[in-house]
């Protein structure tokens, strides 16, 4: 595998068991409601903890949509209640909540439980490396979910793709990023291998939870931040907290959320609700994309618009810079952990089988736009 090569140069489905999309997702910003329960049947009650505030554009609703349509398509027999962020466990504690059982299901991205298994990150976003297309294709048609699920397995999880961003932005910052020198002593939220990415170039990266940003931000205990794209970003307000916005995000190029669920509360459920449950995740997964794609282009053009935003592009000596470090992490890993290394070999394969498609079909095609 040649991943320096290509870093140069530029399946399962959805279901446990079961299997095909199930159709119809549609948007809610509120909690959802409880589906009727069936008359004289067992109702099957789960909770779900999110990494995200409550009802949050995107991220939350997104959770939300989940539980809506378990409760619709199990025609009330499973019911699931959302808590946000804080409410029942903190942010930082989901991953745990659903493998010890406080939580039957679980909302958030895998690049958080890097303290848990490095290579839960490769399931969530690699700088440099798939788009959400691309992600979906390597999960369901590449064998990347049959890896997720031998990663999670010891934890007592069942992981599945819940939702996707699409390419994020390199985020805010409050001060202008002209060469490398200028990400010396930067401290910028920022999490999974970006962060990484960002402490070789001489920042210093922080992880917290989307709630606290702002005030952080705001305040100066951090200088920049990267949260999602403009969609999420306008919502919570960083135009406010920082004029600079750069963008591509060379971190997250297509980042994908994942759904969570205890593989013992999995496994006591009848067969089809199981196969429900996973293929919820999978409506879920590609909705929000939808969702993203339409939400990023009518919020972009609102900071274009504000007077008080610069959106500018990241240097390319710069981005040259944290390619190569990215290079470099993936590899010593992979020297040292035999998991990594075998996921590392399979997600860098595809992204070299799909590199050429890629540049005959999507970018060629938006290049056409600007003819």
């Known amino acids: 595998m040649k991943r320096r090569d290509f870093l140069g140069k530029a399946g399962a489905a959805g279901a446990l068991i079961g ?32 990494t995200w505030p409550k009802n949050f554009p995107g991220l ?12 619709e398509l199990s025609g009330g027999r499973l019911q699931v209640k959302v808590f946000g962020a804080g409410e029942l466990v903190p942010a930082m504690q989901v991953f745990d909540a659903v493998s010890q059982g406080t939580a039957e299901l679980g909302h958030g991205a895998a690049y958080y439980w890097k303290g848990k298994t490095p290579t839960a990150q490769f399931f969530a976003a690699v700088p440099f490396g798939l788009t959400a297309q691309e992600m979906n294709a390597w999960l369901y048609h590449g064998g990347g979910l049959e890896l997720w699920r031998e990663v999670y397995e010891p934890f007592g999880l069942v992981p599945a793709a819940a939702g996707n961003s699409g390419v994020q932005m390199a ?62 970003d306008l919502a919570f307000g960083l135009h ?112 070299e089988k799909s590199t050429e498609n890629q540049r005959v079909t999507e970018v060629a095609n938006l290049a056409t736009r600007s003819l």
């Open 19 to 50: 299997s095909g999309l199930l159709a119809g997702c549609q948007q809610t910003d509120t909690a959802p409601a409880a589906t009727p329960a069936p008359a004289g049947g067992e109702t099957i009650h789960w909770k779900m903890v999110t």
């Open 171 to 232: 985020g805010w910052f409050n001060r202008e990023i002209n060469e490398l020198a200028d990400l010396q002593g930067l401290k910028m939220r920022i999490p999974g291998l970006g962060g990484e990415v960002l402490q070789r170039a001489g920042g210093t990266p922080v992880q917290m939870p989307g709630g606290e940003i702002f005030t952080s931000l705001q305040s100066g205990a951090i200088d920049a931040t990267e949260w999602v794209g403009p969609y999420n």
């Open 60 to 71: 939350g609703t997104g959770a939300n949509n989940l539980a809506r349509l378990i409760g």
């Open 240 to 351: 406010k907290a920082a004029k600079y916005y750069y963008y591509p995000g060379w971190h997250e190029p297509g980042t994908t959320l994942e759904g969570l669920v205890n593989r013992a509360a999995l496994e006591r459920l009848p067969a089809d609700l199981q196969s429900i449950v996973m293929n919820a995740c999978r409506v879920v997964n590609e909705d929000m994309l939808a969702e993203y794609t339409h939400g990023n282009a009518l919020a972009l053009q609102q900071l274009i618009d504000d007077p008080d935003v610069d959106v500018r592009p990241f240097p390319d000596d710069v981005l040259r810079v944290l390619k190569g470090h990215t290079q470099d992490i993936v590899d010593e890993l992979s020297a040292k952990d035999p998991v990594w290394k075998r996921i590392a070999e399979s997600y860098y394969a595809f992204i």
